[in-house]
């Protein structure tokens, strides 16, 4: 069996075996029980069937890295032709405890790109016709919040408030449309210790970090650290570190 890939929107794990691809659900008090082993290319999903590769880079080799050109866009298409004629949302996203950003996305999946990410908070300040204006309109604004937040960041924040003060600042500079509080339901009363495991009772997933407890212990894993890894049936008894809270 691989981990071939994960949803960071509403938790779950891919793994393919001999008989195909079973989507694991990542719910709360769910027991996982994998074993990893070797790591190696993740390979490509195509028409709900896995293609191996055995390349050893991981999570992806060369041949199956796939870029999100609109990602990397400003206002100018980086496509052979434009598509991104939905209308888009601009909106800023809280992290605890204080770390804000700017983004924009497909109005309608705005909700769900807000959970991928594993925002606190967030607002949606604006509504623009089209992706290439809202690119523009992300990278001036840019300038001053940043766009993006790295996972580190993200899971040192884990067991922490927004600081609602400096988020109320934040928004005092804009007019938001719509605001969002969004609750994991981890019940984390301290910070969860940083592992690549897949053995535990599962907390629950904040964006693409997962949080399973296990010998007294919490610990919390980027998902996409455990795409590529052969993994076996059984609870690993792999030592870890301890958090302070099992002591």
Known sequence: MQIVGYDSSTGGLLVSDSDGLTY??????????????E???????????????????????????HTWVCARCTGSCLKDEMD???????YLAAFAPDQFKV???????LETRLREQGADRA???????????????????????????RVPTKLAG?????????????????DPIETFTFDYGLGLESQPVDETIATGTVRGTKGRLLVVDRGGSTYAVDM???????VTDGRSS?????SLGSF
């Open 24 to 37: 694991r659900e990542l719910d709360p008090g769910a027991e996982l029980e994998y074993t990893l082993g």
């Open 39 to 65: 790591r190696h290319c993740a390979g490509t999903v195509h028409d709900d069937s896995h293609i191996a590769c055995e390349n050893s880079a991981a999570p992806y080799c060369p041949d199956h890295q």
């Open 84 to 90: 991104c004629f939905d209308d888009h949302a601009i």
């Open 103 to 109: 983004g924009v996305t497909k109005e309608w999946r």
């Open 123 to 149: 607002a949606h300040i604006r509504t623009v016709d089209d992706g290439r204006i809202a690119r523009r309109l992300e990278a001036e604004i840019a300038e001053e919040i940043p766009d993006r937040v």
């Open 158 to 174: 884990l067991g922490q408030s927004v600081d609602a003060s400096a988020w109320q600042n934040l928004l005092d500079q804009f």
């Open 224 to 230: 996409r650290n455990l795409v590529g890894y052969e």
């Open 238 to 242: 792999r030592e870890l570190q301890s």
